[in-house]
């Protein structure tokens, strides 16, 4: 069983910049698919952005499109989620999610804020 963990959530200020990390146990990194969630508070989780096992095809929400960049780090086993451009309604708790043989895994969140 994988285990993941979120790092990189702070509060910052409208336009901008943070990255996110999720640090992933065990040797099997590129065997899984990856995705970041983010839940707002009252909303139902939405998907942000997945890469898949090969790392050249990737998907993002048209709500962060142009602005978030997700990508992974094989050898450090970490994946990450560039944010640029930060906006308020971007404010959320983000989640790290892995993905194999139809079973997802979930890291605990960390919480992103952005201030108007």
């Known amino acids: 069983q994988v285990q993941l963990v979120e790092s990189g959530g702070g509060v910052v200020q409208a336009g901008g910049s943070l990255r996110l990390s999720c640090a992933a146990s065990?040797?099997?990194?590129?065997?899984?698919?990856w995705g970041w969630f983010r839940q707002a508070p009252g909303k139902e989780r939405e998907l942000v952005a997945r890469i898949y096992r090969g790392g050249g095809s990737t998907y993002y929400a048209s709500s962060v499109k142009g602005r978030f960049t997700i990508s992974r780090d094989n050898a450090k086993n970490t994946l990450y989620l560039q944010m640029n451009s930060l906006k308020p309604e971007d404010t959320a708790v983000y989640y790290c999610s892995a993905r194999r043989g139809g079973i997802d895994y979930w890291g605990q969140g960390t919480q992103v804020t952005v201030s108007s």
């Open positions: 065990g040797r099997t990194f590129s065997n899984y698919d």
